[in-house]
């Protein structure tokens, strides 16, 4: 069975510090990870990866791929009390199976 | 600009009623996908389409049924609401010719007692 598992699950810290959120993955056909971010309403779409090694980033969030190990990491660096939010990775399998998985998410507490 | 619209965005029940949530999206996107999202379970794929008349049962499509008549609307129908049903219902969208990134409506908060 196909499976997706963050870490950790709730993680709180100090504005200004620098965090990393964990994504790894058990599927028989991978496509594409993709990373959302949840406030108070619907997840809003942050990064997609398909090729291991290659960094996206965007302002101070960034993420990369690992194929071989089968994981994903989201980082944050200094983190606002506007960053505090559900983050949830995903897969989707092969072409045409636009289906996502979901992890449980990351449930982020930025302090001010 | 296009988008993804819900309704209601709240809805109390009672147990055994039938149940109709409304998704509508203007991205003219084929693919319409329903979740609902509980405490530790993340966000578990209930009904998907890819299509006009294509229905098809995903993780947890037990006591939930979906019907598509045309593009924008795929709407979500509980036949017999139990108190199990209660929780947030997302329906989302993307479009098949590019990635696989979905986009969300608000969301619908849904209490059967």
């Known amino acids: 069975e196909d499976k997706v598992v963050q870490s950790p699950l709730s993680l709180v810290v100090h504005e200004g510090d620098t965090v990393t959120l964990n994504c790894s993955y058990e599927?028989?056909?991978?496509?594409?990870l993709l990373w959302y971010k949840q406030e108070k309403k619907a997840p809003t779409f942050l990064f997609m990866l398909t090729s291991s090694g290659i960094e996206k980033k965007s302002g101070r969030l960034s993420s990369i791929l690992d194929k071989k190990e089968l994981f994903s990491i989201l980082n944050i660096t200094a983190t606002q009390t506007g960053d505090s939010a559900v983050y949830l990775c995903?897969?989707?399998?092969?072409?045409?199976?636009?289906?996502?998985?979901f992890g449980q998410g990351t449930r982020l507490t930025i302090n001010p | 600009d296009a988008e993804i619209t819900q309704s209601p965005r709240h809805k109390i029940t009672e147990t055994g009623r039938q149940v109709t949530l409304a998704c509508h999206q203007t991205?003219?996107?084929?693919?319409m996908f329903w979740y609902r999202q509980d405490l530790g379970h993340g966000l578990r794929l209930i009904h998907y389409s890819y299509g006009v008349h294509d229905t098809n049962k995903g993780e947890v499509s037990d006591g939930y049924s979906v019907s598509r008549s045309n593009t924008e609307d795929l709407p979500l129908t509980l036949e017999s609401a139990a108190s199990s049903q209660t929780s947030v219902y997302f329906c989302a969208s993307s479009n098949p010719s590019g990635g696989s990134e979905q986009y969300f409506g608000p969301g619908t908060r849904l209490t059967v007692t």
């Open positions: 995903a897969f989707s399998g092969p072409q045409g199976a636009q289906k996502l998985v």
């Open positions: 991205w003219n996107h084929n693919n």
């Open positions: 599927v028989t056909n991978f496509r594409s």
